[in-house]
Each structure stands twice: as C-alpha cells, then as structure tokens.
C-alpha cells in the first residue's frame, strides 16, 4: 500500500469576501474526491479571504498510480482554478 499526501496553497487575489474565495474555488471537493482512492478537505485558511489551503490524501497499490493521479491533480488545479498555486508539498505517508 502506498500513501500520499499533497497540500496546496492557493493565493486568490483581489478576493473581497468568503463567498466570492467559496465560488473561486467551487468544486474541488466535488471534483477530486470521487475517486474512491482520494480524499480531499479544506485543511487551513477557512476564514481568510485570499488564501486557502487544500490537502489531498491518495492511495493505490503502486506509487507510480499515486504519484500520476497526484501530478493530475495539481495540473487540472492549475488550469480551472481562479487563482494561483504559490505552494504544492507532497510527502510519501506510506
């Protein structure tokens, strides 16, 4: 069993209010957490207007699995997300 953890730090610049950071960032949890190897949460940042912090926890039998689905993520947030990635840590659980 291999597990992974990515954390990322996202800046949201020029966000005003919670419920405009909440529709920036609007289906991460729904996206990235179907997978039935993946978890996913809020994990820092819930009352700050221009900064959030998402972690994700995956699992697989192989690393290779892992680390691809990980690197997906990461891509795909890069792209559809409305704001920047200005932290991404991985760290090997398992």
């Not at 800046?11 to 997978?35: A, F, M, N, T, V």
């Not at 994700?56 to 409305?82: G, M, Y």
Request: some cysteine; glycine content about 4%; overall charge positive.
């Amino acid at each position: 069993m291999n597990a992974w953890l990515l954390s990322i730090n996202f800046h949201l610049g020029g966000c005003r209010s919670l419920k405009e950071k909440r529709q920036r960032l609007r289906g991460i949890r729904d996206r990235y957490g179907r997978p039935a190897n993946v978890a996913v949460c809020e994990s820092d940042f819930q009352d700050s207007h221009q900064r959030a912090q998402w972690t994700f926890i995956a699992t697989a039998s192989s690393a290779n699995i892992v680390e691809q689905a990980l690197t997906d993520i990461v891509r795909n947030l890069e792209l559809s997300v409305d704001a920047e990635l200005i932290d991404v840590h991985r760290e090997r659980l398992i």
